[in-house]
């Protein structure tokens, strides 16, 4: 498989991680001090994509005051739905990627042969 098939296959394989971790955090919107994780795609060594994931930790500080009430999650439902859909449309495309690097191939090898 040609290079730019195997970029698009490390790209799919990094955005399904990432709907995990989206999905993750979308279950534990409501769980009290669930701390979110964020993915975050990079360009890998020598080529492809890499995924680095890292948990938020965002708290809310009181002053001088202690809280009767355990912390709730620090999970955006809309921001995660938000990225769901991107992430949706991300793999679509390297998946539509796949595809025609597939059929280029074939072309070659149906001239070639």
Aim: charged share 30%; no cysteine; glycine share 6%.
């Amino acid at each position: 498989m040609s290079n730019i098939a195997n970029i698009a296959l490390s790209a799919l394989q990094a955005l399904e991680k990432k709907g995990e971790v989206i999905a993750d955090n979308i279950a534990n919107v409501n769980t009290d001090r669930y701390k979110k994780r964020r993915a975050d795609l990079e360009e890998g060594s020598p080529y492809g994509v890499k995924l680095t994931v890292e948990k938020v930790n965002t708290t809310i500080e009181t002053l001088g005051e202690e809280k009767a009430e355990p912390e709730a999650s620090n999970v955006d439902l809309a921001e995660e739905l938000i990225d769901l859909i991107v992430n949706r449309s991300s793999y679509t495309a390297n998946t539509k990627t796949v595809k025609a690097a597939d059929q280029m191939q074939g072309f070659l090898f149906d001239i070639l042969g």
